[in-house]
């Protein structure tokens, strides 16, 4: 067969994916013979196209999967994915803008249809580009976090937690996006500084109330003067001896001429603007709790558009930052803006759409987190989980430690809608808006009338009556996402028939024989081994499946967490589409290929460590592949035009150089199986990077090409041992290499390389290489010095002085003289002039008809060159802004760049002193 001079991906890619599919190589069954290995995917919004974080992190799994694959695991890779609740909505609804609707004008339920039929169009999408990139997951069992049984789970989930206590509905403060209008976990809040004003405004106090009156006014500094509007109250801290002689007296809110009192809290910063703040308990976390705490009464002024309602008189109707800027005239008119200055403001941004942020008083269902994270604390402690790279344990229990209770409800359409049922006989009132609440009732949540169940039930056990409504709100996206690791294997194991199927093709549990493998595979499969993660989501999800895990099924989600960094360009900079600077992953398959897109990544997949990518890093794998596949080609090209019989892989006879290749490859065999099993999958893709490229192919390949007929068995078994260990990280060229290999060589080597076995060490009886290694580093040395010389092309004589091994160069002359282009070894006793010398030898070259002057000079001006380098990276990492603001990556290298400078000019040196 003749094999292709150069490699196609895109020829290759698509016929190994369908072999694969053929084969069922990614089908997972119990097998008691075998240890399971399991990973669930993070499941991808459904919104989503592949970007390259995506990349990263699947490719990381993907090459844990094949790696334990060949190693005889039983692999289960679980796929499926997220229905992205703001994020799918938000694109449903710009699309119906165009139509010139809103959602409120087609209703709920004609909303929804549109929903659905825009998961059945589009929701697929990244799960093929996934394919593309080599994912081989069981697609059979891709789930969705809306498909009919997962709602089950998710509905036992809220029902169980409810039923323990853990579950409770309130008003409380709590992030709130106006435009996506609906409240939002704390970590789903992104904060930035930004720079805003803080204003000083000040507050006239009702003399009839103040007896020690030293001013006719306080001032009160804030960053927010439309809030002003429903202060309750003035606060100090009570250890704040310059302002402690208002704690008697009432202040008059200006504008509405409300009177406030003013309250006594240690939470009160006295060193924040005059000392003294204003309480706004609807609308400030801290105030909220100052309130509770001193019996405040709480006036809402917003609407959940963020523009002022009735409460804020002449302002009502206007949105929150046109009403600040008329609140700041007003205040200027009757002279009670006292100044304001620049200041610098941590602002909440909503995650999805980047509308700032407003805390806002509402009625939300909520989680008690605490009695959840105790256990999950535990398991890390007891290294029941454990993080790659370790130092986000600490980081996991700090937050777990200081854990806030979650609210899971969201103001939205789309999403599992939360199973509960209202009695508008009972408990009319927990309908309302918060806008059409009397302040004084704010807090008052009567449970009476409150049902939770999984369907709609027939009345109400408090009055009898069958006037029942379902809850609006829909769950966090998160809450279903933390049940992932075993609802993905049917729990809670409902039975559920294609009628009430939400998607088409979805899992189900139709018979009991269906629970019943179900439940023996989540038995089988759970705990998961590894869960990879960017560090983003280590408390949005990780943390949480931890207590999911723990609370409902008792046991930890997953044993291994590995944690992988974001995304960046060359400068450092998140890659965003505002900024310009996203490489499309799917742009450098269509390229380079999967393989160098994989492979480029995995060189860089540092564990915790931010992965910094230009167009030029996906050369490495690009390069890599054709190395591979010009090396494969010309062992099985010569194989086959020299009509080699190779019946099996049995080595015998093997030789020095046989041996120091060996060598090598076992060592590589550990090292990479050794990565592999502790997470350190950058290092093992450097490690076979290394052997391939620069021991098999630049050293062993070349010194055999005048003999490649005795050594091509050698050669090929390094060959196949080396695509094993290739696979798990660049599978679509390997694969197809095994496959022209088998046309080639008739021996059984299997029927693909996906899930053929890890290479064990060859068994060595001789490991003396030390010769061998000699002799290839004098053939480097030769090179190099040639190459200063600027004699890189031209055929000269060695003048070579030996610690006794002449014999070794005679032996070895012919690949020798061929490497590093000589005509000739003279072998001597002594050496007039000294290029080299080792322990080992010591050579010149015979360059007498040259004008050494020449050499002289050129080393002299490389040497100039060079300190010029020297001196400026010196500068460079001597300059404290350099060190200040420059990544780390990048110091690190300048310091490599240094040293190496400072070793090459000191060899010139000693060349240049050798023609003196």
Request: charged share 25%; hydrophobic share 40%; glycine share 4%.
């Amino acid at each position: 067969m003749e094999i292709s001079s150069k490699y196609n991906p895109k020829e290759v890619e698509k016929k190994i994916y369908s072999f694969w599919l053929q084969l069922n190589a990614f089908n997972a069954e119990i097998d008691y013979s075998k240890k399971p290995f399991a990973i669930v995917i993070p499941p991808p919004n459904i919104t989503g196209v592949l970007h390259m974080g995506h990349a990263l992190n699947n490719t990381i799994q993907d090459s844990f999967i094949r790696f334990r694959r060949l190693t005889g695991y039983q692999v289960l890779w679980m796929p499926g994915t997220d229905h992205a609740g703001i994020a799918t909505q938000n694109v449903v609804e710009r699309a119906l803008l165009k139509e010139g609707k809103r959602k409120e004008d087609i209703g709920r339920e004609e909303f929804q249809k549109k929903l659905w039929k825009w998961h059945e169009e589009y929701g697929s999408t990244i799960i093929h580009q996934l394919k593309q990139l080599g994912a081989s997951c069981d697609w059979r069992r891709s789930r969705f976090t809306m498909d009919s049984l997962y709602s089950e789970a998710v509905k036992e989930a809220f029902i169980h937690l409810f039923k323990k206590g853990l579950i409770y509905r309130g008003r409380y403060i709590i992030n709130w996006c106006p435009r996506c209008k609906t409240a939002l976990s704390d970590e789903e809040v992104i904060r930035k500084e930004v720079d805003g004003w803080l204003y000083y405004i000040r507050y006239p106090i009702d003399k009839t109330t103040c007896k020690a009156l030293k001013k006719d006014y306080i001032v009160v500094a804030t960053t927010r003067p439309e809030t002003m509007l429903g202060d309750t109250a003035v606060a100090i801290n009570p250890l704040d001896e310059k302002n402690k002689w208002i704690k008697n007296c009432r202040v008059i809110l200006p504008i509405l001429n409300r009177l406030l009192k003013v309250i006594e809290d240690q939470l009160v910063d006295p060193e924040f603007g005059t000392g003294i703040v204003k309480v706004t308990p609807s609308h400030d976390p801290v105030d909220f709790v100052l309130a509770k705490k001193h019996n405040l009464e709480f006036i809402n002024i917003m609407k959940d558009d963020a523009s002022l309602n009735e409460n804020a008189s002449k302002f009502c109707g206007m949105d929150r930052f046109k009403a600040r800027e008329e609140i700041l005239k007003a205040l200027e008119e009757q002279n009670l803006l006292e100044k304001n200055e620049p200041y610098k403001i941590n602002v909440g941004h909503c995650y999805r759409c980047n509308t700032i942020i407003e805390p806002r008083l509402s009625l939300q269902w909520f989680v008690k987190m605490k009695p959840l994270a105790k256990p999950a604390i535990s398991v890390v402690e007891e290294g029941k989980v454990n993080f790659y790279p370790p130092h986000y344990k600490k980081i996991y229990l700090n937050w777990m430690e200081n854990i806030q209770d979650w609210c899971i409800s969201r103001q939205l359409w789309w999403g599992h809608r939360i199973p509960v049922y209202y009695c508008k006989s009972c408990g009319a009132h927990q309908l309302k808006s918060i806008d059409n609440i009397p302040n004084n009732e704010l807090l008052t949540i009567d449970k009476k009338g409150i049902i939770v169940s999984s369907a709609k039930p027939n009345s109400c056990p408090d009055c009898g009556l069958n006037d029942l409504v379902e809850e609006e709100d829909v769950l966090d996206t998160w809450f279903s996402s933390w049940l992932w690791p075993f609802a993905t294997f049917g729990w809670p194991f409902r039975k559920v028939l294609k009628e009430r199927a939400n998607i088409k093709d979805e899992f189900l549990l139709e018979k009991e024989e269906d629970i019943q493998k179900a439940k023996e595979e989540l038995k089988y499969f759970y705990p998961t081994d590894v869960l990879v993660t960017a560090s983003e989501i280590l408390f949005f999800w990780v943390a949480r499946m931890i207590m999911a895990g723990l609370e409902f099924i008792g046991e930890v989600p997953f044993r291994n967490v590995f944690v992988h960094g974001t995304v960046r360009d060359a400068q450092g900079l998140k890659m965003s589409k505002s900024l310009g600077n996203i490489i499309d992953p799917l742009v450098i398959i269509e390229k380079f290929g999967a393989d160098s897109l994989r492979f480029s990544l995995m060189m860089l997949a540092l564990g915790g460590s931010d992965v910094y990518l230009s167009d030029e890093k996906f050369l490495v794998g690009r390069n890599f592949c054709n190395k591979i596949w010009n090396a494969s080609r010309f062992i099985l090209m010569n194989i086959q035009q020299s009509q080699l019989e190779i019946s099996d892989l049995k080595l015998e006879n093997l030789d020095k150089i046989d041996i120091w290749l060996l060598k090598h490859l076992n060592n590589t065999i550990e090292t990479v199986t050794n990565n592999f099993e502790n997470y350190r999958i950058n290092e093992a893709a450097k490690t076979v990077y290394e052997f391939f490229w620069h021991i098999f192919c630049d050293w062993y390949i070349e010194i055999i090409k005048d003999d490649f007929a005795v050594k091509a068995k050698v050669a090929l078994y390094t060959l196949v041992t080396s695509l094993k260990l290739m696979h798990p990280l660049a599978p679509f060229i390997t694969e197809e290499i095994f496959q022209n290999l088998k046309t080639i060589v008739k021996i059984d080597l299997g029927k693909a390389l996906i899930n053929n076995s890890w290479p064990e060490p060859f068994a060595l009886k001789n490991l003396d290489i030390f010769d061998i290694e000699e002799l290839i580093n004098i053939v480097y040395q030769i090179r190099n010095v040639k190459f200063i010389l600027g004699l890189a092309n031209k055929n000269i004589t060695l003048i070579l002085k030996t610690s006794g091994k002449n014999f070794l160069f005679e032996a070895n002359s012919g690949w020798i003289k061929r490497l590093a282009r000589l005509d000739n070894i003279i072998f001597v006793d002594k050496l007039k002039r000294i290029l080299y010398k080792s322990d080992f030898c010591e050579f010149d070259f015979d360059i007498d008809d040259v004008d050494v002057n020449n050499f002289i000079s050129n080393l002299e001006k490389k040497i100039i060159e060079l300190q010029k380098n020297i001196d400026n990276i010196k500068l460079r990492l001597e300059n404290e802004n350099f060190l200040k603001k420059a990544l780390q990556e990048t110091i690190q290298e300048e310091r490599n760049k240094f040293s190496a400078l400072i070793a090459e000019k000191a060899k010139l040196e000693e060349l240049k002193n050798a023609f003196k």
